[in-house]
């Protein structure tokens, strides 16, 4: 996918005014799998995520339930490192933006900034949310029914402040930015959201204010104390600040630039705009990629606290298991676009794709195997053409994977699997190894070798999505832990090989009243 050894991927640090939800998981599993399948293809992987810890919706969401900052933080964050766990994510660190060594990177890279001549003392005099973070012009907001002025874009209320602050010379970066992107056209994806970013950055830069002086957690301003660093030159430094930042020499600065931030819709523009002028600024080199995906919907409905229907994570893996709900949510949107959860599709996907199609084919081949081939590996014949039109379909399947996943195009990796799984599927109705065991021993043997194989191959591709029932599956098949990286894709089932009794990895779900309610 790279011409690089080593791989370095980075979700969202994701902020602690509240609990995990289904986007963060959604976010992280994203990275997981590909993580996963760089380490699989040989990759030095790095697999960063984390929590963002600092900002003024911190400071009034801790004021709320009487707690210190730090404490709230402390409090929360525990249940995105719960979430890690929970959903079987195998990320190399967790970051927090409240360790010592972000504070010193942040330091480092004001006084990068600063040094350069981007930064400057002004005022600040705007519409601010504190929700969003974020800072609006008076075109970008509108005052509503209830003569409440708020974001067009997100619906939060916003304020007007006026204090002291650092501004960024963002306003000089833009046709920097955009030679940038024309350098790079695989820096921004989709090309939706390419689009979007170059369009917003053609439309003219405002000077970034990026210190806050009316609350106090969060990073101060080196020389000027008195001064916060605004939240997002803060969070988007994490990415550094892991590599070793300001150290050059760090054991981990081999990975940067990062080959990929994966990011939601709502934030491309921090990371698209923000993110490279500050570190082309600083002497930096930039990320290489940057994928916005979408936005889940509830059963055709914006999911929000106040319809009461935020989709809980832990909840979904409780019901329909981990394995299950993490290939569907990968399998059911094109990665991207915005995606409507339905229960109705996701049993329907547990049941179609995962019981009927994957699991019965791996069930009745391997039952077969163990009722006529005493329990081994079969005995490989002559092939026919048959067998071999399938088996090099399997064969292809790794540069298919592997060219859709270097566009995090995850449904149409799972589609070319899949269309193996119905292939095979469509295979074992023609040769009927079953009606074989009586008339031709020999070729019940190939046929069923043949069947097997391509489920090993099969299976070492779906490790990344589902890698506990991927694991069960190669247990069956015998394949040992050393052969189940890409390298060993071409190393074929030996016939002989001692195999376990089989047993169903994906058993058909059943709607009870507890799952429909």
Known sequence: MSGRSTYYITTPIYYVNDVPHIGHAYTTLACDVLARFMRLDGRDVHFLTGTDEHGQKIEKAAAAVGLAPQA?????????????TRMNYSPDNFIRTTEKRHYA???????????????????????????????????????????KRRAISTGAEVDWVEEPSYFFKLSAWADRLLEFYE????????????????SFVKGGLQDL????????????????????????????TNYITECGYPDERAPLWKYWPADLHMVGKDIIRFHCVFWPAFLMAAGVEPPQRVFAHGWWTNEGQKISKSLGNVIDPVELVNTYGLDPVRYFLLREVPFGNDGDFQKRALIGRLNGDLANAYGNLCQRVLSIVARN?????????????????????????????????????????LTSIWEVIADANRYVDAQAPWALAKTDPARRDTVLWVLAETIRRVTLLVQPFMPDASGRILDQLGVPPEHRHFAAFDHALEPGTALPPPQGVFPRFVETAKAAS
């Open 105 to 147: 990177a942040c330091q480092a890279l004001w006084e990068k900034l600063a040094a350069a001549g981007d930064i400057y003392l002004g005022k600040y005099a705007g519409w601010y949310s504190v929700r969003d973070e974020t800072y609006f012009v008076e075109g970008e907001t509108e005052v509503g029914p209830d003569n």
């Open 373 to 413: 081939c005493g329990g081994k590996v079969p005995a490989k014949g002559p092939l026919a053409e048959a067998d071999t039109a399938l088996l090099e379909r399997a064969a292809k399947l790794l540069d298919l994977v592997r060219a859709e996943l270097a566009e995090q195009a995850f449904h149409r990796a």
């Open 72 to 84: 709230f933080a402390d409090k929360v964050s525990v249940s995105f490192r719960d979430l890690v």
């Open 209 to 236: 204010s990026v210190s806050r002086t009316s609350f106090s957690w969060g990073v101060p301003v080196p020389g000027d104390p008195s001064h916060i660093m605004y939240v997002w030159l803060d969070a988007l």
């Open 183 to 198: 350098r790079n056209p695989r820096f921004i994806a989709p090309e939706s959201r390419r689009n979007e970013v170059i």
